[in-house]
């Protein structure tokens, strides 16, 4: 039994979404070199927890589970580019998900139920993150009027973990926690 362990909580996307973003990362190595996370599979993180002891945490994933299955699913549409401009040092490039009233009210509601606060949460899907600003200045303007609209249905939230100490650490897939068909009115 592992000490610690981390807990990456996510949103997984539908095969062909995951496609799409490929060839948006793919394009963007193209056009400015390599950067952190180009190899990294497309999701939407909603939070990451480190250093927890599994035995917590996994008795609070178990009760998670049970609130979760309370909710139901939620349909996201995509809706072009946005980013993150750190001080002009970094910036990171994604998919902006519409937040449409009802995709508010659901994210608020996941957030209760996960018993998780998510401060300054903006659900997003990463094409380029951390890039320095001049691969930003040269990247953005392909993204900034580029029309990228999809839609999918979130049916289920995915935990990974790994060990935190662990020398070559890689995320695994710890469970999926199903939203249940339960139509709540918000």
């Known amino acids: 039994m592992t000490a ?8 997984s996307l539908p095969g062909d979404l ?74 990171t490039i994604y998919a902006k998900i519409e937040l449409t009233d009802r995709a508010n009210k659901w994210f608020k509601l996941l957030s209760m139920q996960m018993g998780i606060k998510l401060n300054n949460f903006v659900p997003h899907i990463t094409i380029a993150r951390n890039i320095p600003a001049t691969a930003f200045n040269k990247l953005w303007p392909n993204f900034e009027q580029r029309e990228f609209k999809h839609s999918f249905i979130v049916n289920y939230l995915t935990i990974l ?10 995320w695994k897939v710890y469970r999926e926690l199903h939203f249940g068909n339960r139509l709540l009115a918000f």
């Open 18 to 91: 995951v496609k799409e973003v490929s060839r948006y990362k793919r394009a963007s190595v193209n056009a400015i070199g390599h950067f952190e996370g180009m190899h990294n599979r497309a999701y939407i993180t909603v939070t990451h927890q480190v250093r927890c002891k599994p035995f917590l945490a996994q008795a609070a994933i178990a009760r998670m589970g049970q609130r979760l299955s309370t909710m139901p699913p939620v349909e996201l549409y995509l809706n072009g580019f946005g980013n993150f401009n750190n001080n002009h040092i970094a910036s």
């Open 161 to 170: 973990h790994r060990d935190t100490f662990a020398e070559h650490n890689e």
């Open 4 to 11: 610690y362990t981390d807990y990456l909580m996510i949103i």
